[in-house]
Each structure stands twice: as structure tokens, then as C-alpha cells.
């Protein structure tokens, strides 16, 4: 196992960080997480040498720090730091973090949290936590020892992230990166300011979910050309952890053989350790990605809100990531998201309001039809 630098904290951390979100049930699709499974996977990867572990207060239906909390008896919590989150959206005052706390250091049997993250922030509710105290709060905890570092996660706009960045003492962040999220969210510039601000950053999604470990056939066939084999999870981490403002790179395993490639992995990759040829090529794979997007919307809302209620650039970018990375339309949490919400391409009349307001005069009614077609299964 690689360690690395943990910026300005002046601590290192293992590369591969396990994410506890992915847990599987007994059985596939069971709702219930299997907790002896879960518990033998996380002490697997912890006997490997992972010393970051990475779960929140609403994962799994709330049992992931219990869960974790029990892997980490036996003397197990003394060789790792545990990084868990606060549920911003339920907090409207100082005594319900301070119930948010306890209750997390109880599931997590233990008296002190080591990355204690806002999860899922923008900046509308930075604004918010800031009206009710909460980063008053954080600087109180870090004071008494229930928290060693402050930190938040983070999948909204660049903009958004660099505000929140420069707007507090922060002593570390978690973003979305992967080879495709280069210019998404907090993207590469994000990633290289919080380097540039000594502040560490911790990869999620480094596989996009899972998605970036199966190959499409027009991808495969570059790894395959490539006078050197590795896999494909072991290209997109060889990817990130080249990055030197890297600090952990979080992945979450359901199974024993994905917790030991990770750790096969991350023994081999460090910063720097990409030539130009390997660069290369992981721009023509991104580049073969991209040649199966279905339309060019960017996500700028201009369209919205649609009269009738269709939820225009929701629809259009699960229809590009089911013809990009694959799967079911019916398993697409956005998509069910839209069926379950009615915001379907089926509500549109054609009144093309939208098409006079999209600035990449994109054929939006045409390609709504089109892509209804497609995502119904
Ligand atoms: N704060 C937030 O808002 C937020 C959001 C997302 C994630 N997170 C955290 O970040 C962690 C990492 O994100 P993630 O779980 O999405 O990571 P990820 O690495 O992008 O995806 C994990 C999935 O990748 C697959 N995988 C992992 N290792 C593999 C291997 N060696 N070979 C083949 N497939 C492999 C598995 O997919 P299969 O299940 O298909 O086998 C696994 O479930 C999460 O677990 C969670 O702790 C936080």
C-alpha cells in the first residue's frame, strides 16, 4: 500500500480509502446489508494496510456506522481514521448537530471522529449552515477533540465549490473526479486549487460508481492496443493517483476479490508515475466515451422550467450516461427519479419554448422523442 501526504495536515493517509456505502445485501438487491460480509471486507482491507475508511450518517439506511463502528473493535480503531458526515438537510440548529454528534460517535463506538465532512453541500445551504452556526459549531468540536478535521463534500458547480473553499478554514475536501469528471463539478481546476491551498483532497466516485470498471467495446479496444495491459479499474486509479494534490482515493467493494485488486493497485500507483503514452491514451479513451454522448446539452437550465413539467436537462443527461457507461433504464437512479416525479418526455406538446431558449440551439423537442424511445425498457 502507497501512503500519501495529507497536504497541509502534515499526516499521510493510505491511497485507497474504503468507501462504506456500497455494501451489499445476503443476496443481490437485498435492501438489508449483510453485516458479517461487511464487517470481514472492511477488516480485509484494514489488515492490507487501508488506514482511511469513509462512510455518513444516512449510507445504507443508517447502518453503515454501525456497522462500521463493530468492524472496528478488537483493536481495529486505533490503525485507522474515520471519516463520516453530518446530514446537513436535517439541521436547523446548534442542539441538533450537537444530537447529530453524539449520536454518530455512539453508532461509531468510539469518542472522537477524525474527518468530520457537511455532506453534500452547495452554496445556497453554506449560506444556510452559516446562518444557523454550524461552522462555529465544527471550530467548537474541533476545540474539545470530538472532531480532528473540518472537511465537506462536494458535487455541485465549480463556481459553488470555489466559493465554499475560500470561505473557511477548511482542513480537507471530498469531490467527484475520474478521468470523465476532468471539466465536471469541481473538475481538474478544483482539484489543483485545493492543492494550491495545501488543503487534501479525498476522491470519490474514482470508478464513477462502478462504471468506469466496464469498458464499452470502442474503449476496450484502445486498453487493448496499448503495449501494456491493466485493467481498467487499474487504468482509472493509475489515472487519479497520478495527480499529486491526490490525497485518498475512496472506493466503495462489495466483494473480497475487489478489496484485494485495490490493494494490489494502489501498491503500484503513485504521483507522477503516468509517461506520455499512458496520458495519451487515457485521452482517447475519454474521447471514446464522449463519442457515445446522445446530445450536447450542458446542463445550463436555460430551458427550464418546461411548461409542461419535463424535466428537460435531467432527462437529457441520464440518456447520455445510459448510452455512455450502459445499464438498465429501469436501475437509473435519475431516471426513476423523473418516472417517479412525472417530469417524463411524454408530458411534451411541442410548444418549443425551450428550443428558443437553449444557447446551443440544440433540436430539444425531436431529441426528447428520441430519447423516450430509448429509456423505456
Ligand atoms: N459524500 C458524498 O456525497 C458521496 C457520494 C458518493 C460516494 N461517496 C463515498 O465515496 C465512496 C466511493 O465512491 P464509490 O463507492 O462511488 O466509488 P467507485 O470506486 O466509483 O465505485 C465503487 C464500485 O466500483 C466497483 N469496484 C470497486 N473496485 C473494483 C474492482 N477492483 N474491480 C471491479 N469493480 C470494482 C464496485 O462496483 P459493483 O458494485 O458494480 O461491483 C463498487 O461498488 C463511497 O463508498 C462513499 O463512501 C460519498
Redesign the pocket.
Known amino acids: 500500500m502507497k501512503y500519501r501526504e495529507m497536504g497541509k495536515l502534515g499526516i499521510r493517509a493510505s491511497a485507497f480509502?474504503?468507501?462504506?456505502?456500497?455494501f451489499?445485501g445476503p443476496a443481490s438487491g437485498d435492501s438489508v446489508i449483510d453485516e458479517q460480509k461487511a464487517i470481514g471486507l472492511i477488516r480485509r482491507a484494514i489488515d492490507g494496510g487501508v488506514t482511511y475508511l469513509?462512510?455518513?450518517y444516512v449510507?445504507l439506511d443508517k447502518t453503515?456506522e454501525i456497522v462500521l463502528g463493530k468492524a472496528l473493535q478488537d483493536g481495529y480503531r486505533d490503525r485507522v481514521t474515520i471519516a463520516t458526515?453530518m446530514p446537513m438537510e436535517a439541521v436547523k440548529n446548534e442542539e441538533d448537530m450537537e444530537n447529530l454528534l453524539n449520536t454518530e460517535l455512539k453508532k461509531l463506538q468510539t469518542d472522537h471522529i477524525d474527518f468530520y465532512?457537511m455532506?453534500?453541500i452547495d452554496r445556497k445551504k453554506w449560506e444556510y449552515f452559516k446562518s444557523i452556526g454550524a461552522p462555529a459549531f465544527f471550530d467548537r468540536k474541533k476545540a474539545e477533540g470530538k472532531i480532528r478535521y473540518k472537511c465537506f463534500?462536494?458535487?455541485g458547480s465549480y463556481e459553488d465549490y470555489e466559493y465554499i473553499l475560500k470561505d473557511y478554514d477548511w482542513d480537507m475536501v471530498?469531490i467527484?473526479y475520474?478521468f470523465m469528471d476532468v471539466d465536471n463539478q469541481a473538475g481538474k481546476k478544483g482539484l489543483e486549487l485545493a492543492g494550491s491551498m495545501g488543503i487534501p483532497v479525498v476522491i470519490?466516485?474514482?470508478?464513477?460508481?462502478?462504471?468506469?470498471?466496464k469498458a464499452p467495446d470502442n474503449v476496450q479496444a484502445l486498453y487493448d492496443a496499448f503495449p501494456v495491459k491493466r485493467?481498467p479499474?487499474e487504468w482509472a486509479f493509475r489515472w487519479l493517483c497520478n495527480h499529486p494534490q491526490v490525497s485518498v482515493?475512496?472506493?466503495?467493494?462489495?466483494?473480497a476479490?475487489?478489496?484485494d485488486?485495490?490493494l494490489r493497485?494502489f501498491d503500484t500507483v503513485e504521483s507522477g508515475i503516468m509517461n506520455e503514452d499512458e496520458l495519451r491514451l487515457m485521452d482517447s479513451v475519454r474521447a471514446a466515451y464522449l463519442s457515445r454522448t446522445k446530445v450536447g446539452c450542458t446542463g445550463c437550465r436555460y430551458c427550464m422550467p418546461c411548461p409542461n413539467g419535463v424535466n428537460i436537462p435531467g432527462v437529457f443527461s441520464a440518456w447520455n450516461e445510459l448510452s455512455l457507461y450502459g445499464g438498465e433504464p429501469r436501475y437509473h437512479w435519475d431516471l426513476r427519479g423523473i418516472r417517479e416525479r412525472g417530469e417524463t418526455p411524454d408530458k411534451c406538446v411541442a410548444c418549443g419554448a425551450c428550443e428558443a431558449a437553449c444557447p446551443q440551439h440544440l433540436p430539444i423537442i425531436e431529441k426528447l422523442q428520441q430519447a423516450w424511445k430509448e429509456m423505456q425498457d
Do not use: P, W
Not at 17 to 22: K, N, P, T, V
Open positions: 480509502g474504503l468507501g462504506c456505502m456500497r451489499n469513509d462512510t455518513a449510507y453503515s458526515k465532512l455532506h453534500g463534500s462536494f458535487h471530498q467527484q475520474n470519490m466516485e474514482g470508478l464513477l460508481g462502478g462504471r468506469l470498471s485493467s479499474v482515493v475512496l472506493s466503495g467493494c462489495n466483494e476479490e475487489q478489496i485488486d485495490n493497485i
